[in-house]
Each structure stands twice: as C-alpha cells, then as structure tokens.
C-alpha cells in the first residue's frame, strides 16, 4: 500500500511540474505582440511618430530561447528586432542610417537592451 501511495505522490509532482513547464512556456508573447511592444518602446523621434511608420523599419524579428542577442549577447529568452531607419540629416548617425537591433523579454516585453540611438 506504501509503494502505491509512494508512486501516485511522485506521478502527481510529475504533472504539476510539466503542467509549470507548459505554463511557462506559453507565457512567451507571439511575434504580433512582441511587435506591438517593439513598437511603443521605439516611437518617438528618430523611429517614427505613428506605429506604420515605426514598424516600416523594423527589417526582421526573432525569437531567441536562450541564444545569443545581436544587441546585447543576453542569454534569456528575448524577441530582437533589427531596426533600419534612413533619416534625412546624413551628419548624424552613420551618414544618416541608423542600423541596430532592440531585444525585449519574451515573456514580458519590456526593454532588455539595445545598440541603437537614443534607447538608453
């Protein structure tokens, strides 16, 4: 009777840990929202003042689980978002090309690096 109770305990703790798993897991935002978080942190001066604008520039995303960022080698999970802009004033930036990427939590959208202008 011992074993028995002993195994439905150790098969309850198996289900509620991968039930945890699962719950973890689906908690990383979509591509869409991600976006949409991408979007509100860059509007503003020089990344655009509405959101089509602001999302014309963003060239690509991914999702990175635990991989390495291309703004800020970070090694948790993290959407980054390369980020082109062609502004008219050509002295500033790089002959007026801003080119870098934005990476945000996965599971939260907030802020977790960034090489561009003006994101400090």
């Known amino acids: 009777m011992k074993c028995i109770v002993a195994k439905l305990i150790v098969a309850a703790a198996a289900i509620v840990a991968l ?6 897991a689906a908690s990383t935002m979509s591509e869409q929202q991600a976006r949409a978080k991408a979007i509100a942190i ?3 001066d020089p990344y655009g003042r509405t959101n089509v604008e602001v999302a014309s ?4 995303a991914r999702l990175l689980q635990n991989g390495q960022s291309s703004a800020c080698g970070t090694k948790t999970a993290a959407w980054e978002f390369h980020v082109v802009v062609v502004t008219r004033d050509k002295d500033k930036y790089d002959n007026g090309v ?6 945000i939590d996965a599971r939260t959208g907030k802020i977790l690096c960034a090489n561009l202008p003006q994101m400090d």
């Not at 520039?57 to 690509?60: P, R, T, V």
């Not at 801003?98 to 990476?103: N, Q, R, S």
């Open 19 to 24: 039930d945890f798993d699962c719950a973890h």
């Open 98 to 103: 801003i080119d870098g990427y934005l990476a």
């Open 57 to 60: 520039h963003i060239k690509a």
């Open 42 to 44: 860059l509007r503003g």
